[in-house]
């Protein structure tokens, strides 16, 4: 069994700030610190780091890929499937404050520029049983995913950023939805505070599918079927949430994939994710498994 993550490769151009920019302020930031990052790169660490085979699918940049790259294959994931493309890569520009919380702007980049050529020649490398892990920072999503299901992999979906291409991605048709309370509030319409209304509306709406909720300090939440899980959130030192929501989705998965029960896997995620914020960075912050065993003592 393969994992493949296809998704976004991104420089995060991040900034130590007082507090977010506000419209028509100038401010100066405390710090600037250049980071890997992408929902995918930092999944496929994240899903690699967890002791998962893991294989990145995307597209970067011809000229300033190098570091991109360099990452995967340091963290030991297979690149040989990255297109590279003619102008920039995806990048984004990352407030972050005092207290860990974080704002993010996108921009696109190479990670729009996929072409259903591309995603043919991916997936002709895997077959049913491997495992395809999506976000929604790359285009062609519908088509993978529509080929991904034809071939009977294994599909786990992060919609996230929660835009307006959800609408038209076949939500229904992945294995796992794994997201947060906002993400969880735009595909359920529920409010955004009605935590419980948005997980009994996303098993009600997706039954097939198993849901993962995070809600941040307040932990986690798994159903499916007749099983639902809580998972409280490990205790951390909050620096930096950029990449919290990426490592817990790749040693939860990672987790299961070894064969750990639903509850191990959710307090593996919800400790690796402690780790992660506890450092500054995004694919820079994720930890190892063995940081993860030995984790508050494990």
Known sequence: MKVLVFGSLNLDHVYQVDHFVQPGETMTSLALNLFCGGKGLNQSIAFAKSGMETYHAGAVGRED??????ALKEAGVHTEWIQKKAGPSGHAIIQTTPDGENCILLYGGANQSLMEEDVDSVLSHFSEGDVLVLQNEINQLPCIMEKAKAIGMTMVL???????????????????LILNEVEGAVISKASVSDEDGI????????????????????????GYKDKICRQPACPAKVVDTTAAGDTFTGFFMGSLLRGSSVEEALWTASAAASIAVSRHGASSSIPTWDEVENFAGK
């Open 65 to 70: 890929s190098d570091l991109l790259i360099e």
């Open 158 to 176: 992060n919609p996230s950023p929660a835009d307006e291409n959800l609408s038209r991605l076949p939500v229904s048709s992945a294995d796992y």
């Open 199 to 222: 997980f009994r509306e996303l098993m009600k709406r997706f039954p097939d599918t198993r849901i993962v909720l995070t809600l941040g300090e307040k932990g986690s939440v798994y």
